[in-house]
């Protein structure tokens, strides 16, 4: 599964890519990759949806499919993120952001908790990321991005 989205942030590249490494590491990926002149950072690591946002996916694909078949798996990936940043004018900053996903395996809701699918090994086709959770990737990975930077200034303010 491959995404990207982009953002532009009123903040110089400096900060902004610390920005971006703070909210890789408060969402538990490591950064493998910085190319600060060339303004490059990739990260990796397991997906970071809690498990209350992925039982919401999850009862969303149930009410989608009737609680048959595939449609009630969702997949357990290990994400690798890639970063490029663009300094523009006026002390801004474009990132474009693009999540790649590395399926592990299906997962099943079994008694409050998601378990691996039991019965086969399921490619990936089975049960890829439903949109609404790549999206929550991206938002989750933009919020941390903004609060990074809030954080920044106040320091930089006080």
């Avoid at 590249?13 to 490059?40: M, P």
């Avoid at 970071?48 to 946002?53: G, H, K, R, T």
Wanted: a positive charge.
């Amino acid at each position: 599964s491959t995404s990207m989205g982009q953002r532009t942030f009123d903040t110089g590249h400096d900060i902004t890519i610390k920005a971006l490494i703070n909210a890789f590491a408060n969402k538990n990926l490591t950064v493998l990759t910085v190319e600060k002149d060339v303004g490059f950072v990739m990260a990796e690591g397991s997906q970071f949806l809690n498990n209350d946002a992925l039982q919401n996916i999850y009862k969303e694909r149930n009410a989608k499919y009737g609680g048959v078949g595939m449609g009630k798996l969702i997949p357990n990936v290990k994400l690798k993120i890639t970063t490029n940043l663009y300094e523009k004018e006026n002390n801004r900053t474009l990132i474009k952001m693009k999540i790649n996903t590395v399926h592990q395996y299906c997962m099943v809701f079994d008694g409050g908790t998601f378990k691996k699918w039991p019965f086969k090994k399921l490619e990936e086709s089975k049960c890829p990321p439903p949109p609404k959770m790549v999206s929550l990737w991206y938002q989750q990975l933009w919020d941390e991005i903004e609060k990074s930077i809030f954080m920044q200034r106040e320091t930089i303010l006080e």
